[in-house]
């Protein structure tokens, strides 16, 4: 019985975790239209936040009306939002079989700390953006991390 709740659990964070990596997958094709949603009623003089959204929408739609071929590289990075969240069907089937998977997204996850701190100033993306960009590495992390620990706590049991 002990194991069935480990390996529920185990599911249920890793399911997560693929979820996130599926919804930033698919929402990453459609970003031009998702940023003319987003910030269709904030005024153009805002500021913070706000301002650094209508910013980016200004960018991405003159890359797309001049250069639309850049957008290919958000294109492989929906991709590869996807594909990593096929990644853990094996851990989510046999998490104790699988654990290198989740090691690997969690060092994935530490990966996305010194990603944003360091390329972030280089691209001119504002601190407070390169915070909420750490922020998908540490709500990545978490889940994994309690799958890993119910994994070896699971293969301990066995």
Request: with cysteine; charged share 15%; net charge neutral.
């Amino acid at each position: 019985m002990q194991s069935e709740k480990l390996l529920l659990r185990i599911r249920w964070a890793l399911g997560l975790l693929m979820v996130g990596l599926l919804l930033s997958g698919v929402t990453a094709f459609p970003i031009e239209r998702e940023l003319n949603w987003l910030t269709a009623g904030i005024p153009s003089d805002a500021e913070g936040v706000l301002g650094w959204l209508l910013r980016v929408r200004e960018g991405i739609t003159m890359m797309y009306a001049h250069y639309p071929w850049i957008a290919y590289g958000t294109d492989w990075l929906a991709f590869a939002h996807l594909i990593l969240a096929g990644l853990f069907v094996g851990p989510w089937r046999d998490p104790v079989r699988n654990l290198w998977v989740i090691e690997f997204g969690l060092l994935a996850c530490l990966g996305v700390l010194p990603l944003a701190l360091i390329c972030g100033p280089i691209r001119e993306i504002p601190f407070y953006w390169r915070l909420v960009d750490c922020s998908f590495g540490v709500f990545g992390f978490v889940p994994l991390w309690l799958a890993r620990g119910w994994a070896l706590t699971l293969e301990k049991s066995r």
